[in-house]
């Protein structure tokens, strides 16, 4: 059963940066795809980028290049977003999320719980 | 990007009544190397994250209940929840996988 537990709420002024965490537990780390999707108030997901930690190379939204960075750490089976410059906008409750399988890349099966990550002067 | 369009944005329908769901891919999302088209919907309630309940256009998730069937027909496509019951509100997501972007619909908003 794969678990992923993610960091909690975060508060955070505008122009600041904000880094949060998707631990993993059950099944196999490495070899799948971890992905991070955020979804403002009122608003479907939006699809932000993902990491296979084996190979430790991550793919990025365009949207987000230059302020999102998508990390991964095998030794602690963890994930990490780190998204910079945030502004009102980025306001939303944010998702790390699991392939379904290896056959099936950027379908989820597999959810946190959620990060709400609220951005206020 | 590929733009993924629902219909309608809210749906009421009776218990025991068919819902019938729509999306609409900007453009086509079907593989020519295994002739699958890309796509999955997603079940969402609220306070909890989307719950996967079908991929490659109409494939069930194990788990999910017979009751809950999808077809397609080119760049669109169909969740049909053939009896409704009380637990199926919620807002229901099509999402296609061909390309990243991956990209989601606006949702629709199926009520009692």
């Known amino acids: 059963q794969v678990q992923l537990v993610q960091s909690g709420t975060e508060v955070k002024k505008p122009g600041s940066s904000v880094k949060v965490s998707c631990k993993a537990s059950?099944?196999?780390?490495?070899?799948?795809?971890l992905s991070w999707v955020r979804q403002a108030p009122g608003q479907g997901p939006e699809w932000m980028g993902g990491?296979?930690?084996?190979?430790?190379?991550?793919n990025i939204a365009q949207k987000f290049q230059g302020r999102l960075t998508i990390s991964a750490e095998e030794s602690t089976t963890t994930v990490y977003m780190e998204l910079r410059s945030l502004t009102s906008e980025d306001t939303a409750v944010y998702y790390c999320?699991?392939?379904?399988?290896?056959?099936?890349?950027?379908?989820?099966?597999?959810w946190g719980q959620g990060t709400l990550v609220t951005v206020s002067s | 990007d590929i733009v993924m369009t629902q219909s309608p944005d809210s749906l009421a329908v009776s218990l025991g009544e068919r819902a019938t769901i729509k999306c609409r891919s900007s453009?086509?999302?079907?593989?020519?190397?295994?002739?699958?088209?890309?796509l999955a919907w997603y079940q969402q309630k609220p306070r909890q994250p989307p719950k996967l309940l079908i991929y490659?256009?109409?494939a069930r998730q194990t788990g999910v209940p017979d009751r809950f069937s999808a077809s397609e027909s080119g760049t669109d496509f169909t969740l049909t929840i053939s009896s409704l019951q009380a637990e199926d509100v919620a807002v229901y997501y099509c999402?296609?996988?061909?390309?990243?972007?991956?990209?989601f619909g606006q949702g629709t908003k199926l009520e009692i």
């Open positions: 999320a699991r392939d379904l399988s290896l056959a099936v890349p950027g379908v989820y099966d597999w």
């Open positions: 059950g099944g196999t780390f490495s070899s799948y795809s």
């Open positions: 990491i296979i930690p084996m190979f430790g190379t991550s």
């Open positions: 453009q086509t999302i079907l593989s020519r190397s295994n002739n699958k088209n890309y």
């Open positions: 490659w256009a109409s």
């Open positions: 999402q296609q996988y061909f390309s990243t972007p991956y990209t």
